[in-house]
């Protein structure tokens, strides 16, 4: 008997040993299947060679036969017949390699991270849901699939991604999904769209509206005019000023008179850095070695394994372009054709405002506008949880957009206000697809004013070059009509007066083609100058990168790529060519302790670069930093005053340090003691060299640029071990090359246009998604060091090369 209970108990161990490594529990992977050698993540390695040089796929949904070519950087050159063929293989090729990472970042999008890691990004979900992520997408989504064009990519890209999906096995699922324990989805159209809004959110999604209106009701209007100025001292703007208008300026709305009231009280109403940017630019055949343009661009996000690029070569009747695309969007984004070539940076105007709602009681199913109650729309979220049960989530919506937090709660970003309606662009219907599908098939210079008429979100600055020694500059997107200063603070959501009155016509978006001066460029700063007759915002990128591409531009003759590659890698750092100087001036060398008095010489032999080496931009970094920390803390701090606040920027900040010795703002006005300027400094100096002694040891090369800033590439979910940690590079925040500890340029390419068009890129990472394939990081070391790899442009399919290392055809 007792011989037949131990072998059921041993039964029962088993099985409960089995369900137990079969089975996520909570956020521990299920470690039977992951490690298995029949389906577990041994199945994910590759070998070198793992792509077959020849091979037939059968895909049913094809039309006609396409042919493939991959090249020896794993790049997919794609020949269809006909547009449903060219995007179903785009989808295909692009899941094959990406699947994972554009199903994972859908999912944020969506605000459905929950469905797959359970409770813990709840409310990441709530956020993303909230901010209307998915109400624009299916706004956006109409708009596309209304257009014949735009639905057949998006239909047939869609297909081409589900083939792949159904064609995968257990064994053959990429890792992360046997990781997270979880399966694939079908791709739909509305994935495509809610990857569009994602980028809108990382580069529009923000606003410091709030920040601003705390700080003028504490201080009042004439302060904030005085810190936070509309216009900064330095700049040196996209469309340069003087540039003539070529349009009739539309009437401006007229500001509200409540509102040129509040600005001129001294007691104002009481109303409740990403380090993202991009580089482009293009120079004329005038200034180029060749005759013919050339064209630069570099986008600066956040740098993850797997990349956020994908590279393809696209090719069908009326089109021939190979560029870099986001996974899980078709059509390229970034790249050239035999005639044009194109770009984009962000443009950061001010297309996000908050309005500060009325209710009519605590239901809040109406408020209060334009002299009546309004009903409140109420859209009820179903988010699901994995291990748990569902969660309902109700956003109220108003004609504004969504109220973001309806109710007291700490909010997921902590400038967003409580029961505030939030106007958006990114809520707005466009077709930034057929944008892209004009672009890639442009020829001339009309056809790229044509193309930008229907991109909307996020605005960029659309940068173009073309054979026919045309050059420009476009900051392009839908941007609200306001009159001056309208969404710098929260708006009253009771007046009509304060609502977004129309939209600049797109014919009247700043722009300029063909300048004297011989380039174009872009780098985040201001669109336009003080002459430009709409108000597109107050806060945009610091001047130092856009002037020091612009200096070495405008110094520039018989210019190669390899003349913009290196501009590209440019590490000079203009604040602190600007400020060192004067903080060096305003330390007392007297007071220094030995080792002060060494670093500070040594601080003054510096040449200002920051290169990966250098001990001196850590130094600097730090000092200068504190110092700002120690003029504004006080006054701008949270901790401090128990408002969300912003500190003034940096132009401002400049100049007190540079021309106000005697400025209030310099003493901490919770010491007894009034310091000046001299401390502040001499404190700060202190702090940097503490704070690296403590780090490092005494000062050595331990002290180096890139040890102190530590550029990480991490895997997307942050799975240790599956990035790359202290990256030996130089670069950081506010240099040409923004290379900072987790930004920088995301993708670098450079475009020679002529007879023969010739290109050169490379982005942080690999093709393949997959951390088991040789794909994966195989470009990593060409982007750290600065260089570039020749872009393989096919003409055909029958193209000779020794750069093909594959040849497919995919067949129904």
């Known amino acids: 008997m007792l011989r037949y209970v131990r072998a059921v108990l041993a039964l029962i161990t088993a099985?409960?040993?089995?369900?137990?490594?079969?089975?996520?529990?909570?956020?521990?992977?299920?470690?039977?299947?992951?490690?298995?050698?029949?389906?577990?993540?041994?199945?994910?390695?590759?070998?070198?060679?793992?792509?077959?040089?020849?091979?037939?796929?059968?895909?049913p949904g094809l039309q006609q036969p396409v042919q493939v070519r991959f090249d020896d950087k794993r790049v997919?050159?794609?020949?269809?017949?006909?547009?449903?063929?060219?995007?179903?293989?785009?989808?295909?090729?692009?899941?094959?390699?990406?699947?994972?990472?554009?199903?994972?970042?859908?999912?944020?999008?969506?605000?459905?991270?929950?469905?797959?890691?359970?409770?813990?990004?709840?409310?990441?979900?709530?956020?993303?849901?909230?901010?209307?992520?998915?109400?624009?997408?299916?706004?956006?989504?109409?708009?596309?699939?209304?257009?014949?064009?735009?639905?057949?990519?998006?239909?047939?890209?869609?297909?081409?991604?589900?083939?792949?999906?159904q064609s995968l096995t257990p064994a053959s699922l990429p890792f992360e999904y046997k990781l997270l324990d979880y399966k694939p989805e079908p791709w739909a159209p509305l994935k495509c769209?809610?990857?569009?809004?994602?980028?809108?959110?990382?580069?529009?999604?923000?606003?410091?509206?709030?920040?601003?209106?705390?700080?003028?009701r504490k201080y009042g209007p004439a302060v904030v005019k005085d810190l936070f100025p509309g216009y900064p001292t330095r700049e040196d703007p996209i469309v340069p000023v003087g540039t003539p208008l070529d349009f009739t300026p539309e009437q401006v709305p007229p500001t509200p008179a409540s509102f040129e009231a509040a600005m001129s009280n001294s007691t104002p109403q009481r109303e409740?850095?990403?380090?993202?940017?991009?580089?482009?630019?293009?120079?004329?055949?005038?200034?180029?070695?060749?005759?013919?343009?050339?064209?630069?661009?570099?986008?600066?996000?956040?740098l993850n394994l797997p990349s956020i690029w994908y590279q393809v070569q696209l090719s069908a009747p009326g089109v021939n372009v190979y560029g870099v695309t986001i996974p899980g969007a078709p059509t390229v984004i970034i790249g050239f054709n035999q005639e044009v070539a194109w770009g984009v940076t962000n443009v950061g105007a001010d297309v996000l405002d908050w309005y500060q709602l009325k209710f009519k009681d605590d239901t809040r199913r109406a408020y209060w506008h334009d002299g009546r109650w309004?009903?409140?729309?109420?859209?009820?979220?179903?988010?699901?949880?994995?291990?748990?049960?569902?969660?309902?989530?109700?956003?109220?919506?108003?004609?504004?957009?969504?109220?973001?937090?309806?109710?007291?709660?700490?909010?997921?970003?902590?400038?967003?206000?409580?029961?505030?309606?939030?106007?958006?662009?990114?809520?707005?219907?466009?077709?930034?697809?057929l944008a892209f599908y004009r672009l890639n098939r442009a020829r001339t210079y009309d056809d790229y004013t044509t193309a930008l008429t229907t991109y909307g979100s996020p605005a960029q600055n659309f940068i173009f070059a073309s054979q026919q020694n045309d050059i420009a500059i476009w900051p392009n997107g839908r941007l609200p009509l306001k009159w001056p200063n309208q969404g710098k603070f929260v708006l009253d959501g009771t007046d009509p007066a304060y609502d977004w009155q129309g939209w600049i016509p797109q014919a009247q978006n700043p722009h300029v083609k063909n300048p004297a001066r011989g380039f174009v460029s872009s780098a985040n700063q201001f669109s336009a100058g003080p002459d430009y007759p709409y108000y597109l915002g107050w806060d945009f990128a610091s001047w130092e990168r856009g002037h020091r591409i612009n200096q070495r531009l405008a110094r520039m003759t018989r210019v190669t790529p390899d003349s913009l590659r290196r501009l590209q890698n440019d590490n000079l750092g203009l604040n602190a060519q600007l400020m060192l100087p004067r903080l060096l001036a305003l330390v007392p060398t007297a007071q220094l302790t030995p080792a002060e008095q060494q670093l500070h010489k040594q601080m003054r032999r510096w040449n200002y670069s920051y290169d990966a080496a250098a001990i001196a931009p850590g130094v600097f970094e730090l000092w200068y930093t504190n110092l700002v920390k120690r003029l504004w803390a006080d006054d701008f701090g949270l901790a401090a005053t128990g408002l969300e606040m912003r500190n003034p920027p940096r132009d401002r900040t400049n100049n007190l340090i540079l021309r106000e010795p005697n400025s209030p703002w310099i003493d901490d006005r919770h010491t007894p003691e009034r310091e000046t300027l001299p401390q502040l400094a001499l404190a700060s100096f202190r702090f940097a060299a503490d704070s690296l002694t403590r780090k490092f040891g005494p000062l050595s090369e331990k002290w180096a640029w890139k040890n102190q800033k530590s550029t990480d590439i991490l895997h997307l979910a942050q799975l240790p071990g599956f990035g790359h940690m202290d990256l030996d590079c130089g670069g950081g925040a506010g240099i040409v090359n923004a290379t900072s500890e987790r930004n920088g340029p995301s993708w670098r390419m450079v475009?020679?246009?002529?007879?023969?068009?010739?290109?050169?890129?490379?982005?942080?990472?690999?093709?393949?998604?997959?951390?088991?394939?040789?794909?994966?990081?195989?470009?990593?070391?060409?982007?750290?060091?600065?260089?570039?790899?020749?872009?393989?442009?096919?003409?055909?399919?029958?193209?000779?090369?020794?750069?093909?290392r594959a040849a497919w055809t995919l067949e129904r």
């Not at 940017?277 to 120079?283: I, L, P, R, T, Y």
């Not at 872009?791 to 029958?798: I, W």
């Open 15 to 59: 099985l409960s040993l089995t369900w137990v490594l079969n089975t996520k529990q909570g956020e521990v992977p299920p470690f039977g299947k992951f490690l298995s050698p029949f389906r577990g993540f041994w199945r994910n390695a590759e070998a070198a060679d793992a792509l077959p040089t020849q091979q037939t796929l059968r895909l």
């Open 76 to 165: 997919p050159h794609i020949f269809a017949q006909n547009d449903h063929d060219l995007y179903y293989t785009q989808g295909y090729l692009t899941a094959q390699d990406r699947l994972w990472q554009m199903d994972f970042v859908t999912h944020v999008a969506g605000g459905r991270l929950s469905e797959i890691v359970g409770p813990a990004r709840l409310e990441t979900d709530r956020f993303f849901r909230r901010m209307g992520l998915p109400f624009g997408a299916r706004k956006s989504l109409e708009v596309m699939m209304a257009d014949p064009t735009t639905r057949t990519v998006l239909t047939s890209y869609s297909a081409g991604v589900n083939a792949y999906i």
């Open 193 to 216: 769209a809610l990857l569009l809004k994602y980028m809108a959110f990382d580069l529009s999604g923000r606003s410091d509206d709030l920040r601003l209106s705390n700080a003028l």
């Open 272 to 302: 409740p850095d990403p380090e993202l940017g991009s580089n482009n630019f293009a120079v004329s055949g005038s200034k180029s070695a060749s005759g013919f343009p050339l064209l630069a661009n570099d986008p600066h996000l956040q």
């Open 374 to 433: 309004k009903p409140v729309r109420r859209v009820v979220e179903h988010i699901k949880v994995r291990g748990q049960p569902d969660r309902l989530d109700t956003v109220l919506y108003t004609h504004h957009g969504p109220v973001v937090y309806d109710k007291q709660e700490k909010p997921f970003l902590p400038q967003t206000p409580i029961r505030h309606a939030m106007r958006w662009t990114a809520h707005e219907g466009a077709n930034e697809v």
């Open 751 to 804: 475009v020679a246009l002529g007879p023969r068009v010739r290109a050169y890129g490379v982005f942080p990472g690999g093709q393949s998604g997959n951390p088991g394939s040789p794909a994966y990081d195989d470009l990593l070391e060409t982007w750290r060091i600065g260089q570039l790899n020749e872009l393989l442009f096919l003409r055909s399919a029958d193209e000779p090369t020794s750069r093909v």
